[in-house]
């Protein structure tokens, strides 16, 4: 158990819709990392916040947004879904800010299914 | 822009060692992770490397070339469940923002 958590585990929605994924951090860590892996595009880096303020960013969609709370849990907003979004979620949490070295922590994953 | 290269997949025997290479171009450079994930579970965090040179932790070394954009992670005494998928990763930084972006990853088969 990396301490991370993610839910739901698994999400079925339909095209068009819209969703939300909620990740936990472990304790005291203060960055958050979004990852989007599919069967086709192996693992995508989304975007990583650090303590409220976004970090660095991937091939983030704009139809995907993502925001950390005070509390430093974060959630990925997924809109206008297509089939193509159907992947498996994963989140990380890392003590510092990532540009030095800094053990990330991933959590379980969210695995979505858009129908 | 950013890009990552790495071989898509490696044999090794048990007991062995193997070298999984990764050449980058990657604008304002920082470093570059290595990433392990086994199938059906979540990737694990292996190494960072941010200067040149040999990073080891156990049986695992992690290598950098700033010079020569490439980087290499070292798994010694191979064991089967090192079977996995090992994926390299580079932080750089592009028009103000720090960028992460993947290499395709690279399945490694570890036989008797």
């Known amino acids: 158990d990396s301490g991370v958590t993610q839910t739901p585990k698994h999400l079925i929605t339909a095209t068009g819709q819209r969703v939300t994924l909620r990740c936990s951090p472990r304790s005291g860590d203060l960055s958050v990392y979004w990852y989007q892996q599919s069967l086709d595009q192996g693992l995508q880096f989304l975007i990583q916040y650090y303590n409220g303020e976004e970090r660095a960013k991937g091939n983030i969609l704009e139809r995907f947004s993502a925001q950390q709370f005070p509390d430093l849990h974060s959630e990925l907003n997924l809109s206008s879904l297509e089939l193509g979004d159907s992947a498996l979620y994963f989140c990380?949490?890392?003590?510092?800010?990532?540009?030095?070295?800094?053990?990330?922590?991933f959590g379980p994953g969210t695995r979505l299914t858009v129908l | 822009g950013q890009s990552l290269e790495q071989p898509s997949e490696v044999t090794a025997v048990e007991g062995a060692i193997v070298q999984i290479n990764c050449t980058y171009q990657t604008s304002g450079f920082y470093g570059l992770s290595w990433y392990q994930q086994h199938d059906g579970g979540a990737p694990t965090f292996l190494s960072y490397n941010a200067l040149d040179g040999l990073e080891e932790t156990g049986r695992f070394s992690s290598f950098l070339s700033r010079s020569d954009s490439y980087g290499y992670l070292l798994l010694q005494e191979l064991q089967m469940k090192d079977s996995a998928s090992y994926f390299c990763a580079a932080r750089g930084r592009t028009g103000g923002y720090q960028k992460v972006t993947f290499g395709i990853g690279t399945k490694l088969q570890v036989i008797p």
């Open positions: 990380a949490s890392s003590v510092a800010g990532g540009s030095t070295t800094d053990t990330q922590y």
